[in-house]
């Protein structure tokens, strides 16, 4: 059982940070009033929890998902479940009891915070005592204990700005920790009513470093600008950015007045913008350019964006003008 816990927390961890346009990601919702948490790795593998606060338990299962989006498991409490997947979100019968968990966005006001930690926690009367944690961008926390005495309890409770998480377990029971790591290791104590205090040592999973691209060059007519990029490792939420109008506004003279950004894979088209306010998903794009660090756009400018989630592979952003030939700028970021 120890390491059927050690694949299930590993793939819950390795969700944080994958984006709405995929299937990957971490999915929350509720069987009647209780949490489920649901993660999908990018191996086609599912770790499903319930939170199970009514019986004092949390039941927990691996699966793996066919092509159709189905997945059957038995959890650990013996009983059966069937899931499928569908777009943003997960569906499944568990007990009698209809659910449906939605995918959490790579985008919120916690996303510098949103990482996965792994360690141990100190108890006087187990071996062992596994403890997991999982900010996600929304500020929401699932945090997970397993030892030999306790068994495996677990919970969805939240962070605030202080850095303070704290969640009901499914005993019933509050925990609390302060989330303040030092060089991706946190060394805080663990409180409850139920124990008191008891260290823990958490530590960060890590993950590469913000890429973020950017070429400007002469856009218009038979000028092309583009920019090559190779992702690796795992999907990426990707913010890419075909800017010239904004540019004119900071100052800039003789930009391009109405780039177009088209995405290629290979030589195939897979996405294409030109005036990212009519984008169906503006409002996020906005809210990640924020994230990442990157200049406002104008209100209602004529520069492209996409915000996309693209599997590991060779990419090419290109930008054309539809007006007189000006300079143009290509960026891509990496939303985090």
């Known amino acids: 059982m120890r390491s059927i816990i050690f694949v299930l927390i590993a793939i819950l961890l390795s ?3 994958y984006g709405q346009l995929s299937p990957a990601g971490t999915y929350l919702g509720r069987l009647g009033t209780n949490d489920v948490v649901v993660g999908v790795s990018r191996s086609d593998t599912l770790a499903f929890y319930h939170f199970d606060r009514g019986a004092r338990r949390t039941e927990l299962g691996i699966g793996t998902i066919s092509a159709q989006g ?10 059966a479940l069937t899931l499928m997947l569908s777009g943003s979100s997960v569906s499944g019968t568990l007990g009698g009891v209809a659910f449906t968990a939605s995918l959490e966005s790579p985008l919120g006001p916690f996303a510098s915070k949103a990482f996965g930690y792994t360690g141990t926690m100190a108890n006087p009367v187990a071996d062992i005592n596994v403890l997991s944690l999982v900010i996600l ?22 962070i605030n700005a202080a850095g303070t998480v704290s969640v009901v377990m499914s005993n019933g029971n509050t925990w609390s920790l302060l989330l303040a790591p030092v060089e991706g290791v946190n060394n805080t104590p663990v409180t409850s009513s139920a124990f008191g205090s008891r260290q823990s040592i958490l530590v960060q999973l890590q993950r590469p470093p913000i890429i973020n691209i950017a070429t400007r060059g002469t856009v218009g007519g038979s000028a092309v600008l583009t920019a090559g990029f190779v992702t690796t490792t795992a999907a990426k939420v990707l913010l890419i950015r075909a800017v010239g109008p904004t540019l004119g506004a900071l100052g800039v003279d003789g930009v391009q007045s109405d780039p177009v950004l088209t995405l290629f894979s290979g030589s195939s088209v897979i996405a294409q913008n030109d005036n990212w306010g009519s984008a169906p998903n503006a409002v996020d794009i906005t809210a990640a350019s924020a994230q990442v660090g990157a200049f406002a756009l104008s209100a209602g400018s004529r520069d492209a964006v996409l915000l996309v989630t693209l599997e590991p592979g060779a990419y090419t952003a290109q930008v054309t003008g539809l ?7 290509v960026e891509v970021y990496e939303v985090r």
Do not use: C, Q, Y
Not at 323 to 329: I, Q
């Open 323 to 329: 007006g007189p030939t000006g300079d143009g700028l």
């Open 70 to 79: 189905r997945v059957l498991m038995s959890l650990n409490t013996g009983r």
């Open 137 to 158: 961008p929304s500020g929401k926390a699932a945090l997970i204990s397993s030892n030999p005495v306790d068994g495996i309890h677990g919970g969805i409770g939240s």
């Open 15 to 17: 969700a944080v940070g």
